[in-house]
């Protein structure tokens, strides 16, 4: 299917001085300098930084190479892999058929994808001698958006049924063989964590979201999203691979090697470079700045953007609001994930939000809410401060503690 393509957007770039919004420059340096040092000290490979307030963007900070074989500088034009970013895209995607009436939030997973019925839960073992027990709670559609599913990924090594998923071949990567209702349907034979809406666990729970969307809509997710959400908001340059013409300013993907620390080409720098067969709503993507700059800007305006409204104001702060159950946080009820869970944030349909920034020993608003990608990419976007931050890089494993200290880098310089 052919899709119309409209006129790209202009190249991203600064639109007000920073005291204009109340943001101070001299600070905003110190966020610069902190990057620089990670570049400098071959930590990351390149850094990204954009802050915009009020609707404009105020800072644009880059910082070392996208590819070392071109000594092309990371810049505004390059493409990035932003994996796991996805997931707020196809949240949007379900929540627009969810305002036409498709389903309700609470419906049984089961009543459009059937595979899904009769899951049954883990109690004890592993590999062939994995003992479970039926589920008492279906999986509900508002457990996908909330990771509150049972599912999990294969790369985790925590758990017996990380393991059977590898068995299985649930790779979550783009490179796949299967299609996303192959990968579902495999999905689908695999016993849960936990009954669903009790914890939290990060998973391929996004995909199965994506595919809801599929069979919901009628249409493949990568037609649905260049029909509903990419085309109409302009972000002609995001897409489930960099076609050949764009390739040159696709980022390298690096990875520490094991034997010498320094930073090389990773295994899956190879992918997103073709169409794939697995299209992942839970991590396909790629993206630029200026994409996704604008699907930040939808979100901060309540669903709208240069006249186009993918979703409702109210839809949008539904979102955005804490649906973990009794509103715990984070910490207390999700299984570990490294660094990246800290006290205070909860959890909405598809994004962290912070609960309460004191016990985050955070200086970002209570409300703010984003999420990151596997090759440390992140965003937020802040209401109360009328704040967007993108950032961007390249690695994997990514470097949770920058997440963090983005925050206290970026909020230290709003003055007003």
Not at 160 to 165: E, I
Not at 311 to 319: A, D, E, N, V
Request: hydrophobic share 45%; proline share 8%.
């Amino acid at each position: 299917m052919s899709i119309a393509v409209e006129p790209r957007p202009a190249a991203l770039q600064v639109e007000v001085e920073p005291a204009q919004v109340g943001l101070d420059a001299d600070r905003l340096a110190r966020a610069d300098r902190h990057l620089a040092r990670y570049v400098d000290e071959g930590r990351i490979p390149n850094s990204l930084l954009i802050v915009s307030r009020g609707g404009k963007i105020a800072h644009i900070a880059a910082h070392g190479q996208r590819d070392p074989d071109t000594a092309e500088p990371a810049d505004t034009a390059t493409i990035w892999r932003i994996f796991s970013m996805t997931k707020p895209i196809t949240s949007v995607a379900a929540m627009m058929l969810y305002e036409e009436g498709a389903f309700e939030l609470i419906d049984p997973l089961e009543r459009y994808l059937p595979a899904f019925a009769n899951m049954r839960v883990y109690r004890r073992g592993a590999g062939p001698t994995i003992e479970s027990v039926p589920a008492t709670e279906p999986i509900r559609i508002w457990h996908l958006l909330t990771h509150t599913s049972g599912l999990t990924y294969s790369f985790f090594f925590t758990h017996p049924v990380d393991a059977a998923y590898r068995t299985a071949g649930l790779d979550a990567a783009s490179q796949s063989p299967d299609s996303l209702a192959t990968v579902c349907d495999k999905l689908a034979t695999q016993p849960l964590l936990f009954e669903p809406g009790t914890e939290w666990n990060y998973s391929m729970a996004t995909d199965v979201l994506g595919r809801l969307v599929e069979v919901v809509s009628g249409q493949s997710l990568d037609v649905f999203f260049a029909k509903r959400i990419l085309g109409p908001l302009g972000m002609h340059e995001t897409g489930f691979w960099a076609p050949t013409e764009s390739q040159a300013r696709l980022a390298a993907l690096y990875t520490p090697d094991p034997s010498t620390g320094r930073l090389v080409r990773g295994p899956a720098d190879a992918g997103h470079r073709s169409q794939p067969v697995f299209l992942s709503g839970g991590g396909g993507l790629v993206s630029t700045a200026a994409d996704y700059h604008r699907f930040t800007r939808m979100l901060l305006n309540g669903g709208e953007l240069d006249g186009v409204r993918l979703l409702s104001p109210r839809t949008i702060t539904l979102m955005a609001s804490n649906h973990l159950p009794g509103g715990a946080d984070l910490q207390a009820f999700a299984r570990p994930l490294g660094d990246l869970l800290r006290p205070g944030f909860g959890f909405g349909l598809g994004f962290w939000m912070v609960v309460d920034p004191v016990q985050a020993k955070s200086p970002a608003s209570p409300g703010a809410f984003g999420w990151g990608g596997a090759a440390g990419t992140e965003f937020w976007v802040d209401p109360a401060e009328e704040m967007i931050v993108l950032f961007f890089t390249q690695i994997i494993p990514s470097l949770t503690p920058l997440r963090h200290q983005l925050r206290q880098m970026v909020y230290q310089a709003v003055v007003d």
